[in-house]
Each structure stands twice: as structure tokens, then as C-alpha cells.
């Protein structure tokens, strides 16, 4: 199956710090979101981009499809932004659906 | 409008025991899908249901299974309990056409 790797595994920024993760994946696919996972364990989504460029406030993302990575850029971190930032690929199935495959995820420490 | 929801938020069982956890879509998705977060581990996918069918499972033994119902909250049964199921367990869900999925925030199910 596909393989999704993260890096760096683990982050540690000062409050007002930039930041920019990667995700690489080994085959082909049309979806990838971006989430991140709080303290308590909620996945909120950040980002839909299976390819070009979105900015979401502080946040943007990149996907590079036929270079197979994706970046995700944290601009004027906040202690708020700490948690595990995951990244999910996966290719269309049957029914019009897809069923992501996620990566070991981004651990992200804001200290103030 | 309403989010994903899951119930109960934490379960504690015996090893050997039965545990049924549930999930209530976003008004409008037909899809369902589980994961399994150990701790420290990445999102493992467990199952998908749509329209009621199961449409795939991942790499997991039998005795964890599941069902749709008609209005398409889903649940998941882990049958025979063992310590290394203890896990937070994640649904998400999806418009069978679409691609952006949306997670709850979990059962974090306890095996002592």
C-alpha cells in the first residue's frame, strides 16, 4: 500500500516562531488533507489539498502532486497551535469515496 | 450544524469482555468510517460503511465488526477483549461523493 511519511517527527518553537512541515507519499493519489490533533484527541481538519496552494489565516498548505510531497506552513506560531499535525493521502475507491492512509504525524510543542 | 458524534467518551472493560461504541454522522453523510489510535501510534483504519454496507476493512481480526443503520450512524463492536485494544477509537464521516472527511472526538476505550 501506500506510504506516508512525516518529518520532522517532532517540533519543539518558540511563541511567534515559523514553522514548516513535510509529507511525502510513495504512489500517485487524489486526496490529501491535513489535520491536527489536539491535546484531547479531537482531529479537526486544516487543510482539503490534494494538489496547488491554500492559506487559512496563519496556516497554508502546498501539495506538489507529481513530486508526491505536501507542505504545511505555520506562520507567527501560538501556544495553541501544539498538538500532532497528521497528514492523510489516499486514491479514489469504489462508490466515490477514499480511504485515507495516514501518516506517524508531526508532534508540534508552542512554548511561550 | 451538528458535528460528528461519538458516545460514550471513555469505556472501561475487563479483558474478555465486549465493548460497543457508536457514531452519529454529520447530517447528510452516508459514509462511516473507524479508526484505531493506540497510543503514541499513528491512525490505523478499521472499517468503512456506506449506505449501510460495509465497503472495507482493514488489517484487524473478525471480532471487531460493525454495522450502519438506516439513518446511518454506525456502531463498532470489539468482541473478546484483549489489553492491546486499548486505544482511542475515531469516527469519521464523509458525503459518499466527497472527499473532506470529518472525525469526532472519540472513545477512548480502556481493556484492564
Known amino acids: 500500500g501506500i506510504q506516508v511519511e512525516q518529518s520532522p517527527p517532532d517540533l519543539i518553537l518558540q511563541e511567534g516562531a515559523n514553522s514548516t512541515l513535510r509529507c511525502n507519499f510513495s504512489d500517485s493519489v487524489n486526496n490529501l488533507q491535513w489535520f491536527h490533533q489536539n491535546p484531547w484527541g479531537q482531529l479537526i481538519n486544516l487543510f482539503y489539498?490534494?494538489?496547488g496552494t491554500k492559506q487559512n489565516g496563519r496556516l497554508s498548505a502546498t501539495t506538489v502532486a507529481t513530486e508526491r510531497y505536501s507542505l504545511l506552513y505555520i506562520s507567527s506560531s501560538q501556544t495553541t497551535d501544539s498538538g500532532v499535525y497528521f497528514c492523510a493521502v489516499g486514491p479514489w475507491v469504489a462508490g466515490g469515496s477514499y480511504i485515507p492512509t495516514f501518516g506517524r504525524g508531526t508532534s508540534l510543542i508552542v512554548h511561550p | 450544524e451538528a458535528g460528528v458524534t461519538q458516545s460514550p467518551t471513555h469505556l472501561i472493560k475487563t479483558r474478555g469482555q465486549q465493548a460497543t461504541l457508536r457514531c452519529s454522522p454529520i447530517?447528510?453523510?452516508?459514509?462511516v468510517y473507524w479508526y484505531q489510535q493506540a497510543l503514541g501510534l499513528g491512525l490505523q483504519f478499521l472499517l468503512w460503511?456506506?449506505?449501510?454496507?460495509?465497503?472495507n476493512r482493514g488489517n484487524f481480526p473478525p471480532r471487531f465488526s460493525g454495522r450502519q443503520f438506516p439513518n446511518y450512524s454506525s456502531e463498532l463492536n470489539v468482541n473478546a477483549l484483549e489489553l492491546e485494544d486499548s486505544a482511542l477509537y475515531l469516527c469519521a464521516s464523509s458525503l459518499g461523493q466527497g472527499a473532506i472527511y470529518t472525525f469526532g472526538s472519540g472513545t477512548r476505550l480502556t481493556v484492564v
Open positions: 447530517s447528510g453523510h452516508t459514509s
Open positions: 460503511y456506506d449506505e449501510g454496507e460495509e465497503r
Open positions: 489539498i490534494p494538489s
